[in-house]
């Protein structure tokens, strides 16, 4: 676990939160942009999420299904 202040750390360091600073600081991109974008990508993985929970299980013999090791 974290504590409070390591977890501020991390965020101040975070390449995403850099870059959307970094991009309209310059005028790359606006803020309304930046929210988009990550609007966007909220929905992606909500949807994402949705789908999986909405699938059936998989079946317990398709665990060996496209694995690189050879089991013979």
Do not use: C, K, N
């Not at 790359?28 to 942009?33: A, F, G, P, S, W």
């Amino acid at each position: 676990y974290r504590t409070a202040e390591q977890s501020a750390a991390y965020r101040e360091h975070d390449p995403l939160t850099w870059f959307a600073t970094q991009a309209v600081e310059r005028g790359l991109l606006t803020r309304e942009d930046i929210d988009a974008a990550d609007h966007r990508a909220v929905s992606t993985m909500d949807a994402a999420v949705a789908y999986g929970e909405a699938s059936p299980h998989p079946r317990p013999e398709d665990a060996l299904t496209d694995v690189y090791v050879s089991y013979a």
